[in-house]
């Protein structure tokens, strides 16, 4: 994420001045004076402000952020995943990512983000939107994906810039992906 406005602050990101009860302090005080949010313990958002008031960032953006943090990378699961190709209209409570970093929930207002431990072959794919893809088609899983589904799965697949990293991705695909897509 940028500096300022839409910042997520954690006490590690000060770690140079070898004072995290001082930190923690002074991030405390700056949610006390309305000028930080407290999302969850230890994090901290610089939130962006209009005329309407405080504009907080989306659940992805934050769980992004916080991998980001962690130096880790994430792939929305299961209904998370649905949500965001727009395959289903449901928002869940909780959003919930794979994660090659270290598993954990983190609750943000009356939400939570999970972090699940993911194997490496879900980390194997290039492309963000083919993960996804196949993240959304496990959810639904093999005999209920619909003609529909697989029709707006290989739109949302074809917005990729870069059809190399499809095509990768097609040959590592779970085998049931590959028959249901049939890109190549």
Do not use: C
């Not at 004072?19 to 405390?28: G, K, M, Q, W």
């Amino acid at each position: 994420m940028q500096k300022g406005e839409d910042m997520l602050y954690v006490v590690n990101d000060f770690a140079e001045l070898n004072n995290d009860a001082s930190v923690t302090r002074v991030l405390s005080r700056l949610e006390k004076e309305n000028f930080l949010i407290r999302l969850s313990q230890g994090i901290y958002l610089y939130p962006s402000r209009n005329r309407y008031g405080i504009h907080k960032p989306s659940i992805d953006v934050i769980a992004k952020a916080i991998a980001e943090k962690d130096k880790a990378r994430i792939i929305p699961s299961g209904l998370t995943a649905l949500n965001i190709l727009g395959l289903s209209t449901q928002v869940p409570v909780n959003a919930v990512y794979l994660t090659n970093g270290t598993p954990r929930t983190v609750t943000v207002g009356n939400r939570k983000i999970i972090f699940k431990k993911g194997v490496p072959r879900n980390f194997a794919y290039k492309s963000e939107l083919f993960s996804l893809a196949v993240s959304a088609m496990k959810e639904i899983g093999e005999e209920d994906v619909t003609d529909d589904a697989i029709l707006k799965i290989k739109e949302i697949l074809a917005r990729e810039q870069n059809k190399e990293l499809i095509k990768q991705d097609f040959l590592i695909a779970p085998q049931w992906i590959r028959k249901k897509l049939n890109v190549i």
